[in-house]
């Protein structure tokens, strides 16, 4: 997923080698003006003597790397991180050499010289979107049965940004999370028609799903959504694992297990029903909020689980127009939060106050900024924030400056809809028809299968608005009359098809 470019001289880190006695460090250090992004993947390869190391994972535990005694030895090797700007926050995932001798001496440090490695133009790995589904799964089974390995559905959609995330810090991450490579996976284009049969098959209602199934395409387990790096190497540690069943645990431990359920999407219901059966916990009562939001709950965790309202607060949101006075509760909560947040957290919780104030555009404005602080500058590793920052950007008041963002990437990404399928939208919301239709106009030139759907509702939706309603009768027409209507499976084009026959009539 990575696209490694070349930066200014300037640009470039100090490696050296710091030493007393038998004991050694490798360090690397920012330029002036610059840091090293603490979150992002990295890498450092060196061999000394007859001494290989190769260690790999987040930034923050790569800045000093231990080492034998090396005086008087040659060091070369590899190192890979992204380094950004402290004056704009722009960021470049960079790969470079390093190489120096170590002279002797009871104590010392020694630059080594550092060279930017020029990879070339980067080469695109062939699409899995377009592509056709039900013989990329069929591939998959055939090779997990000669090699005895499991697979994972993950059934995605381009303009997805869940789904990009998953792709990016998970499934087609460099280097793979341990773990991963006991699995076969493979992306299946939920919008083509090729995938209807088997997301009828395995009941897929959302995206992003992955499906954790043996090598005869049986289901062992599912998650739903993407809950993050960690907890989706969680669930899949104990994918094929035998699952305990609720009655044999008790209250306080089904209801852990209902919350970690409710967070990955899965069905939570006998965990809930075992967890009712004792006094609540934060944990039943996180979890109650996900699937059934009550104002009681609410209440409750506003006051005993502070510190961690972005984990629960959005599905109390939707209580807070039949109950205002809810309101000042949870946005005292937030608050509360919000000094010691960073990232999207912070990110989470500033849009979370836009939404319970009177004047919001402010706040989705820092969300967006905020937010902006978590992108690597990898447009790959990025992109499933692009969309939602785009919205966080017109919610903040600025819309062209968000449709130019969305432009900037469609040209990045000019074989998909991505882009139109949010621009259109946030043209419509402030209330553009006519930019609407010239966007959608592309963005039908750009569709497939269920996502042609969704753009040529918006562009009849455009059209209705400038009171074209024959125009947008005779789109959604041809547009149906073209598309799968699945009639036999039970699959979510349905649903794109009902709003867009709406405009049939």
Not at 326 to 353: C, Y
Request: hydrophobic fraction near 45%; charged fraction near 25%; charge should be negative.
């Amino acid at each position: 997923m990575w696209m490694w470019v070349t930066m200014a001289l300037a640009a470039v880190p100090e490696v050296a080698v710091t030493w007393s006695h038998g004991q050694a460090v490798l360090t690397v250090e920012a330029p002036d003006g610059h840091e090293i992004a603490p979150e992002a993947p990295g890498r450092i390869a060196l061999e000394v003597a007859e001494l290989a190391i190769d260690v790999a994972g987040d930034w923050a535990a790569l800045g000093s790397l231990p080492m034998p005694d090396v005086r008087g030895q040659t060091i070369g090797g590899r190192l890979e991180a992204t380094v950004c700007s402290k004056a704009d926050g722009s960021c470049v995932p960079m790969r470079m050499d390093f190489a120096g001798a170590v002279p002797e001496g009871r104590r010392g440090r020694a630059a080594l010289v550092v060279s930017p490695v020029d990879t070339g133009a980067p080469t695109a790995a062939e699409s899995p979107f377009r592509a056709d589904a039900a013989a990329a799964a069929e591939a998959a089974f055939e090779e997990a049965r000669a090699t005895e390995r499991g697979v994972l559905l993950d059934f995605s959609a381009v303009w997805c940004p869940p789904c990009n995330l998953l792709a990016a810090e998970v499934l087609h991450a460099t280097p793979p999370p341990e773990g991963l490579e006991d699995w076969l996976v493979v992306v299946l284009d939920v919008d083509d028609p090729s995938s209807f049969v088997l997301k009828d098959r395995y009941a897929i209602g959302s995206y992003p799903t992955v499906v954790a199934a043996d090598a005869s395409g049986r289901e062992l387990s599912r998650v739903v959504g993407y809950p993050g790096r960690e907890a989706f190497m969680d669930w899949l540690a104990l994918a094929d694992a035998p699952a305990a069943e609720p009655e044999t645990l008790s209250p306080q431990q089904a209801a852990a297990v209902a919350w970690q359920k409710v967070q990955r999407g899965e069905d939570a219901s006998a965990w809930l029903v075992r967890a009712e059966q004792g006094e609540p916990t934060p944990e039943l009562r996180k979890a109650r909020l996900q699937e059934a939001p009550s104002v009681d709950d609410a209440r409750w965790l506003a006051a005993n689980e502070r510190g961690t309202a972005a984990q629960w607060l959005y599905p109390a949101l939707s209580l807070v127009e039949e109950t205002p006075d809810l309101a000042p509760v949870l946005l005292s909560v937030v608050h509360e939060d919000l000094p010691r947040a960073s990232g999207q957290e912070a990110s989470d919780l500033l849009f979370f106050v836009g939404r319970l104030s009177d004047e919001g555009a402010p706040w989705y404005a820092a969300a967006a900024a905020a937010l902006r602080t978590t992108l690597t500058g990898e447009p790959e590793h990025d992109r499933g924030h692009y969309t939602w920052l785009a919205s966080l950007m017109a919610m903040g008041g600025d819309v062209d400056g968000a449709l130019a963002f969305l432009d900037e990437q469609a040209s990045r990404w000019p074989d998909e809809p991505t882009w139109q399928l949010t621009g259109a939208r946030l043209l419509l919301e402030a209330e553009r028809p006519e930019d609407a239709l010239a966007l959608t106009a592309v963005g039908l030139e750009r569709s497939w299968g269920d996502n042609r759907l969704r753009m040529a509702t918006l562009r009849a939706q455009a059209l209705v608005a400038l009171d074209r309603h024959e125009d947008a009768a005779v789109l959604a027409r041809e547009t149906l009359a073209a598309a799968s209507d699945a009639t036999e499976l039970d699959v979510r084009t349905h649903r794109y098809r009902k709003k867009l026959s709406a405009f049939a009539e």
